[in-house]
C-alpha cells in the first residue's frame, strides 16, 4: 500500500511537471516566433478576406451584414502567420451550429479535417478558436453550417492580448487528462509489476 501510495504520487509529480514544462514551451515558442515578426496581433476587416458561398447585405450604415447562401460558407484569409487563438466577432440573427476553423500551413496543398479546431463562445459573444500555436499559410473559417443565417461582421482578430499565465491554464480536456493519465500509468505499472514478481517466482 505504502509503495502504490509513492507510486500515486510520483505520477502526479510528472503529470504537474510536464504541465509546467508545456506552458514554458508555448511562451519560449511565442517570444521566438514574436522576434520573427510572425506572431500578428491585428484584427481582419472584411476587405482582408475572401468569401464563398456569403452574400453581403446592403445597409445605410456602416455595419457589415451577410448572409450564408449554403450550408458551407467560408472566409478565407491568407498569409504567413503564427497563431495561438483566433477570434471570430460575428452576431448571428439565428443559431449557426457549428463553427469552426481550419488552417493551412506552409507548403501544404489543400485544407485537411485533421487540422480544424471547433470555436468556444466567449462572454461577450465571439468565438474563440485555439490553434495551440501553429505557423499557417491560410485559415479558413466557417461561420455557420445551417445556410441562410444573417450576420452581423465585427473583425477577425490574430492572437488576442492574453495575461501571460493564461499558457499555464488548462483547457478542461488537459484537466481531465491530468488526473486519468497518472492513475492509468499507476495501474499499468502494477500490472506489470505483477507480472514481473510472477515470471521470476516461476523461475
Do not use: C
Request: glycine share 8%; proline share 4%; charged share 20%.
Amino acid at each position: 500500500m505504502k509503495a502504490r501510495k509513492s507510486w500515486f504520487v510520483i505520477a502526479y509529480l510528472a503529470a504537474m511537471a510536464v504541465w509546467l514544462l508545456g506552458g514554458v514551451w508555448s511562451l519560449a515558442k511565442g517570444m521566438y516566433y514574436e522576434n520573427k515578426g510572425l506572431r500578428l496581433h491585428q484584427t481582419l476587416s472584411w476587405q482582408d478576406l475572401t468569401t464563398v458561398s456569403i452574400k453581403q447585405l446592403e445597409r445605410e450604415d456602416s455595419e457589415i451584414w451577410y448572409v450564408s447562401t449554403d450550408t458551407d460558407p467560408q472566409l478565407h484569409w491568407t498569409g504567413n502567420a503564427y497563431l495561438e487563438q483566433v477570434d471570430l466577432q460575428v452576431e448571428h440573427t439565428t443559431p449557426g451550429l457549428s463553427v469552426v476553423l481550419y488552417w493551412r500551413e506552409p507548403g501544404q496543398a489543400d485544407f485537411s479535417e485533421k487540422q480544424s479546431v471547433y470555436a468556444v463562445q466567449m462572454q461577450n459573444g465571439s468565438y474563440r478558436f485555439d490553434l495551440g500555436g501553429r505557423q499557417v499559410e491560410e485559415i479558413r473559417i466557417d461561420p455557420d453550417s445551417v445556410g441562410g443565417v444573417i450576420t452581423r461582421f465585427d473583425g477577425v482578430q490574430l492572437n488576442p492580448q492574453t495575461p501571460w499565465y493564461q499558457a499555464f491554464v488548462p483547457t478542461t480536456a488537459g484537466v481531465l487528462l491530468f488526473f486519468i493519465l497518472p492513475l492509468v500509468a499507476v495501474a499499468v505499472l502494477q500490472e506489470l509489476t505483477a507480472v514481473f514478481n510472477l515470471i521470476r517466482k516461476r523461475g
